[in-house]
Nanobody
Framework: QVQLVESGGGLVQTGGSLRLSCAAS????????MGWYRQRPGLEREFVAR????????TYADSVKGRFTISRDNAKSTAYLQMNNLKPDDTAIYYCAVPKYSYSNIFDIWGQGTQVTVSS
């Protein structure tokens, strides 16, 4: 059974930074892509960033490009989301996710989420 545990959320002022972590257990972490998603108040969950199994390919939503960086440490079975120049619009619950199958592009296993609040 795969488990994902996010950490690192909190309250930060506009322009500040946070680094989120996602610790995975229960499978061979290095075989699967990892994704970060968020759910802003009153909105549906949305894609933030994705990283391939090897870490060589990274994809970002336009809204975070140039400010957020996704990375992974396969030796630690952990993925990260470095968030810089945060804006109030980044306030959301952030989730990490993995696909059930290594060949799938559907991210359908989720962590519990971590709250990020950016004050103006």
């Amino acid at each position: 059974q795969v488990q994902l545990v996010e950490s690192g959320g909190g309250l930060v002022q506009t322009g500040g930074s946070l680094r989120l972590s996602c610790a995975a257990s229960g499978r061979t972490f290095s075989s699967y892509p990892m994704g970060w998603y968020r759910q802003r108040p009153g909105l549906e969950r949305e894609f933030v960033a994705r990283i391939s199994a090897s870490g060589g390919v990274r994809t970002y939503a336009d809204s975070v490009k140039g400010r957020f960086t996704i990375s992974r440490d396969n030796a630690k079975s952990t993925a990260y989301l470095q968030m810089n120049n945060l804006k109030p619009d980044d306030t959301a619950i952030y989730y990490c996710a993995v696909p059930k199958y290594s060949y799938s592009n559907i991210f359908d296993i989720w962590g519990q989420g971590t709250q990020v609040t950016v004050s103006s």
